[in-house]
């Protein structure tokens, strides 16, 4: 049986047994079974600073030269940058529609404690790592990305005999990390059952139900940015089949709709956008490590719905010069939010306090965030592998020209 519809096997199951367990199991399942989700948890985790440090370092060096780097780096960050912004724009269309929020009381959710946002320029100085080795052990993604675009570019200069070593030394290590990803994968299924089945016997429907109205819009407004945005990348910025598109990249949405975390996700996307997609791996080496990191639409489309429905709960009118703050910020934001579980409701409080909406809103949307995380999540991931489509594309005309 194919691994998508495993890992789809158990994605339904935990949900039919979690709905059945409920939260009287929740002893037991805490017990027994979420701990083996956390496993698989931490045996992705494991492989996250061993492959963006490796894939990037080889992606850069791989494109051979600093005008080649150049090119594919502008045209990456600028497609992710606009659809990042397209994104937020879905959420609030969505979100002006449906008026979430309106007639909910604050009080439902109960006290949440969250962690204070990090301005815009906190962001940008959090990039440039003081101590990679240090980014490295604690996990922070961008700093080492950051760091390895140095290495590259360093390898790339040095040039000869010695930077043909260091090319291959990286390239060997990345080998070894997607090998070890293949035997990651093969116990999937048994992850992403132990990871939901807690979530779903724990929140169950009759938690869910009074924030509907917010679920339903974050998943239209996904929905919507992966059928028109998406579509028209494959279809038509990377001539590919939209079956072919979005059936390659099921592994991924599935493992990003369980896990939350894109940087998790990001091995698998890789092997994903090479093996299925037919991808070169120069670009996916370099693009997707990057738009693990700094691509998050799915975030952005939940930032904007959740702008309007904290506004509507407190009653406030958003003018349009605070929801043009709004996708700034947000696009800004998502370049400094970590693909792990539950980064965007921090981003978000960034996002609230640029606009000067009551962070005290953020209560009511953390209580439904893992569900919200799923769907953003699943987004982030789709259009990192869209926009690595298309800029793979545009590098085979580009060398087609050049021959
Ligand atoms: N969990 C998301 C991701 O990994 C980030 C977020 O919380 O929005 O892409």
Known sequence: MHLSVKIFIALVLSVVVGLIAGPDSLGFINWWIAPIGTMFINLIKM????????????????????HKLGRI??????LY????????TFGFIVAGIVHPGVGLDLAQAGEVKIKEAPSIMQV??????????????????????IFALFVGVGIIK???ERAKLLTKFFDACAE??????????EVSPIGVFCLLLPVVAKNGPAVLLPLLSVIICVAIGCALHAFIVYSALAKFGAHMSLKKFFSGMSEAWLIAFSTCSSSATLPVNMKNCQEKLGMSRDVTSFVLPLGATINMDGTAIYQGVCALFIANVFGIDLS???????????????IGTAGVPGAGLIMLAMVLQTVGL?????ALVAGIDRVLDMFRTSINVLGDGAVCAVINETEKEYNNNAA
């Open 320 to 334: 349009f010069t605070q929801m043009l703050m709004i996708i700034l910020a947000g696009t800004l934001g998502s």
């Open 47 to 66: 492989m996250i600073v061993p492959v963006v440090l490796t894939s990037l370092v080889v992606g850069m060096t791989g494109l051979g030269d600093i």
């Open 73 to 78: 780096g502008g045209k990456t960050i600028l």
């Open 358 to 362: 009551p962070l005290e809103g953020l």
């Open 158 to 160: 040095v040039g000869g």
């Open 124 to 145: 940008f100085v959090a990039m440039i790592p003081a101590n990679p080795v240090s980014s490295m052990a604690k996990g922070d993604i961008l700093p080492v990305i």
């Open 81 to 88: 940058l606009m659809t990042t912004a397209v994104a937020i």
């Open 176 to 185: 070894v990390s997607y090998v070890i990803i293949g035997f990651v994968m």
